[in-house]
């Protein structure tokens, strides 16, 4: 299990049934389910029975604090109010040249690593959204240096909470062996550099980046978040808005690199709607085929594989009985692969997800952003990071998959490549 869960919970979806009882680490009961009746009742229908578990309230509670990622009811909905502001069509417009020139930066960076030969694009393609990530949240003041560390401590640290997790019985020995005290000190650093950025910005004048939004919310006695919790909810929009992107990017161009006939049609979109112009938030709507590709990619590959909750009072859908305190574990790479709502599901097949075929799909099949309530709350800027990303890339390079991988999944918080994505990137040559 701890090598490789969705294998595990794949092999007895087919043993069992689409809703099972498994054991995690050999320790705790949860309810496994791919079954969509199930998951919108937990995530929709009934989402204020089911918090969030352990992982999410007490593991990452302990290094990230209280914020979007690790509250729940009444606290929880006025963050989200308050930071929705941050995601709406105005700001993403104002966050676009933030974005683009952070993109600019990474692309000569990339330019420079590309042209020696062979890359594993995976913790490329992870430096480039972080940075962008960080840019939209603190400006273009960040320094490149305060950038690594910062990803460095949070990629380690959701390593080590996955290990809390899955392994739940070497918690003794994390504790009295420096592990757990060596990654607090981690997030320490990291808190420190993050919280000189917003102490600064108190002194300065307003910015148009998402730091600006937090400082500028309002509760409705009139006083704003503390630095604290301004630090709190910057740090959890840095773990949930970075690596999702970068992983639906490296499986996207692993996926389009065995496609040429979908290549050459997301290119010839591209060209058709930017030509030579950057990608604003105003073509999002306008790239139709290359939207498509990306949510397939998102369903062979959904970054958040799977989504956990926690049953507060007894309760049933169907014939499931769901008792008071039952961890819910919501399958999402299950549910993306099940023959019964995807045929041929390991395909990898654009033409599911036009107008017409998406208007098809049994609900809460495809979950590439959560569902319900609780449903990521950046997903639109998540989709215009990707567009702009990939359209820049596309435009700029031809690329091949390095002869003699093998390319799998590694389900950490995220759904990871395994080995890396090692690829060839050359100039594009132009018709």
Aim: hydrophobic content about 40%; glycine content about 8%; aromatic content about 8%.
């Amino acid at each position: 299990m701890a090598r490789n869960p969705v294998q595990v919970l794949s092999k007895y979806t087919e043993l069992y049934g689409d809703t099972f009882q498994f054991y995690l680490g050999g320790l705790k009961g949860a309810i496994v389910t791919t079954n969509p009746s199930v998951i919108q009742h937990v995530l929709k229908t009934n989402a204020e029975n089911y918090q969030k578990s352990e992982i999410q309230v007490k593991r990452m509670g302990h290094f990230l604090g209280k914020g979007l990622l690790t509250t729940h009811g009444e606290a929880w909905r006025t963050q989200r109010r308050l930071i929705q502001k941050g995601f709406d069509r105005k700001q993403l417009e104002a966050l676009s040249s933030i974005m683009q020139d952070s993109l600019a930066e990474s692309l000569r960076d990339f330019d420079r690593q590309a042209s020696l030969g062979p890359v594993d694009i995976y913790p490329h393609l992870m430096k480039m959204t972080f940075a962008m990530v960080a840019r939209s949240l603190f400006g273009a003041r960040l320094k490149d240096d305060d950038i690594d560390l910062v990803s460095h401590t949070i990629c380690t640290v959701q390593e080590f909470i996955v290990r809390q997790t899955i392994q739940p019985y070497l918690n003794p020995w994390f504790a009295v062996s420096g592990e757990l005290r060596r990654h607090e000190d981690m997030r320490v650093r990291a808190d420190g550099i993050l919280m000189a950025y917003i102490k600064e910005r108190r002194s300065q004048a307003p910015g148009h980046d998402l730091l600006q939004t937090l400082m500028d919310a309002r509760y409705s006695d009139g006083e704003g978040m503390s630095d604290e919790l301004v630090l709190s909810e910057s740090m959890q929009l840095l773990v949930a808005g970075h690596e999702t992107s970068s992983n639906a990017l490296s499986w996207l161009l692993y996926l389009l690199s065995s496609r040429p006939d979908c290549l050459e049609r997301v290119q010839e979109e591209l060209d058709s709607v930017l030509g030579e112009a950057p990608l604003s938030h105003s073509d999002v709507l306008k790239l139709g085929f290359t939207t498509q590709v990306i949510m397939e990619g998102l369903r062979l590959y959904p970054p958040f594989w799977m989504i956990d909750r926690m049953a507060v009072a007894d309760d049933s859908v169907g014939d499931l009985e769901i008792p008071r305190g039952s961890t819910i574990i919501v399958y999402v790479y299950g549910a993306h692969h099940a023959s019964r709502y995807w045929p041929d599901p390991e395909s990898f097949d654009p033409e599911r997800f036009t107008k017409a075929n998406a208007m098809l799909h049994t609900p809460f099949t495809h979950l590439p952003f959560g569902g319900g309530p609780r449903g990521c709350i950046g997903g639109h800027y998540a989709m215009l990071q990707v567009l702009m990303i990939l359209s820049s890339l596309l435009r700029r390079y031809d690329f091949q998959l390095t002869p003699g991988q093998t390319i799998e999944a590694r389900p950490m918080v995220i759904l990871r490549p395994r080995h890396g994505i090692r690829m060839t990137f050359t100039e594009a040559v132009t018709a």
